[in-house]
């Protein structure tokens, strides 16, 4: 368990020191809408359909700390290294690279005990990492708009 504290709070440093390439009020605002996202998504999956979960059923208060940091510090990495000057290939690939490495996350996290199934499978991990890659660029492109007004 200890080696997932040591990546998140290792996660979180590079999210905060790496050398910025996206203007600070868009990386803030995909920040946030990424962790509400996640939060919400979590709170169905989890609480309300109890398909899977973070440490012990129910709300968790370590277990909402490590989500809150882990999306936080992924939608950094990805909004900020995101290739959008490159084509749709690229960026296509760089989703389906930052799918696998979370089903990759994701694997290790149940090996830890970190994370739980319950009725959830590795699969459709593999068909919504995608998607949500997808709806975070998308609201990328939301915010990077409205910053420019």
Known sequence: MIIIWVILILQFVIAVIMRK???AIVLYGTS????????VIDNIFDIWLDLYGYFNK??????FIAVTITYFSANMMYINWFPVQRSLIIKGLYILG???FALVFEWGMLQTGFFYYNGWH???SMILYPIIFLILYGNYRIVFNLSKK
């Open 21 to 23: 390439g996206q203007p």
């Open 58 to 63: 129910g709300i968790d208060l370590e277990g």
């Open 32 to 39: 946030c809408f990424a962790i509400t996202f996640g939060l």
């Open 122 to 124: 590795h699969t459709y």
């Open 98 to 100: 930052w799918s696998i």
